[in-house]
């Protein structure tokens, strides 16, 4: 079945470091791939979205790129602030859109300090 | 536009006893999804409705839980008896239709079982 992987956290960083969150995914033919951000006690935000192969999203900073080849959507962002600190969630909708659930990763908790 | 309302925000029970949990979603979004999230691991979806219809409930444990979404509108999960490993948060999202994304998430409700 699909399925999403993302690296282990947490992660800490140092305020203006760059930050890249592994994420791999299996699937069947071509996924929509997402990341959303949990900031504490909140719900889910969409941080962006790649619905095709070489697909770049972007929001705030952060960027993904759909690589097919290595059924990869790494998350990067080049300077990271406090305020960045949250969960991030990897996820995909299966391809034949399959009712769009989305199906996440584990989540990769990311503490940035000043 | 008003966000995904939930309630309540918390709740704490023993295990064997009945909760309830309630969701409005987005105005004018027809489909609705239920995700459990127990700590440490991602969202799961639970159950997705598009107007007062079930489109997918594979992952509900029937035993034990229900949904409905009598009016196409707002949505009650309930668990009936509870079980200790049903401690979690439990999400409600709201999208405009089947496959459309951004999925919209509310806070959720977070249910400890003593």
Known sequence: GNS???????????????????????????????????????????LLKATKADDKGSNKGFEATYRKETTSFHLEKGSVQVSDSAVYFCALTGPYNQGGKLIFGQGTELSVKP | EAGVAQSPRYKIIEKRQSVAFWCNPISGHATLYWY????????KLLIQFQNNGVVDDS????????????????????????????????????????????QHFGDGTRLSIL
């Open chain 2, 59 to 102: 992952q509900l444990p029937k035993d034990r839980f229900s949904a409905e979404r009598l009016k196409g509108v707002d949505s009650t999960l309930k668990i009936q008896p509870a079980k200790l490993e049903d401690s979690a948060v439990y999400l409600c999202a709201s999208s405009l239709g089947v496959g459309e994304q951004p």
């Open chain 1, 4 to 46: 999403v992987t993302q690296m282990e956290g947490p992660v800490t960083l140092s305020e203006e470091a760059f930050l890249t969150i592994n994420c791999t995914y299996t699937a069947t033919g071509y996924p929509s791939l997402f990341w959303y951000v949990q900031y504490p006690g909140e719900g889910l935000q969409l």
């Open chain 2, 36 to 43: 459990q999230q127990i700590l440490g691991q991602g969202p």
